[in-house]
């Protein structure tokens, strides 16, 4: 199995920046997507940013030119860059991973969550 662990949430000030952290461990090798996903209270969980085992990224319209998704090259450490915060990014950020088990059986990793807000 795949273990994810988040660092790096905090409060920031509206218009401020924030990067935040996954690290994985277990079954690395297998992975071929990772993610993050945010929940804010009140509201359901959504994508953040995605990135593929060929990463390629993908973004929510309400982050893109302003968030950045990365990872390493052994897919055991997932980044997101946070720009431009506003009161709208303020929610639990968590980290995903899904892995290849076989063709067409996939089984998705989830880490425990870090807080991020945005307040003044």
């Known amino acids: 199995q795949v273990h994810l662990v988040e660092s790096g949430g905090g409060l920031v000030q509206p218009g401020g920046s924030l990067g935040l952290s996954c690290v994985a461990s277990?079954?690395?090798?297998?992975?071929?997507?990772m993610a993050w996903y945010r929940q804010a209270p009140g509201k359901e969980r959504e994508l953040v940013a995605s990135?593929?085992?060929?990463?390629?990224?993908n973004y929510a319209d309400s982050v893109k030119g302003r968030f950045t998704i990365s990872r390493d090259n052994a897919k055991t450490r997932l980044y997101l860059q946070m720009n431009s915060l506003s009161p709208d990014d303020t929610g639990v950020y968590y980290c995903?991973?899904?892995?290849?088990?076989?063709?067409?059986?996939?089984?998705?990793?989830w880490g425990q969550g870090t807080q991020v807000t945005v307040s003044s």
């Open positions: 995903y991973a899904e892995r290849t088990v076989r063709p067409g059986l996939n089984f998705a990793s």
């Open positions: 277990g079954s690395t090798f297998s992975i071929n997507r």
């Open positions: 990135i593929s085992s060929g990463s390629t990224t």
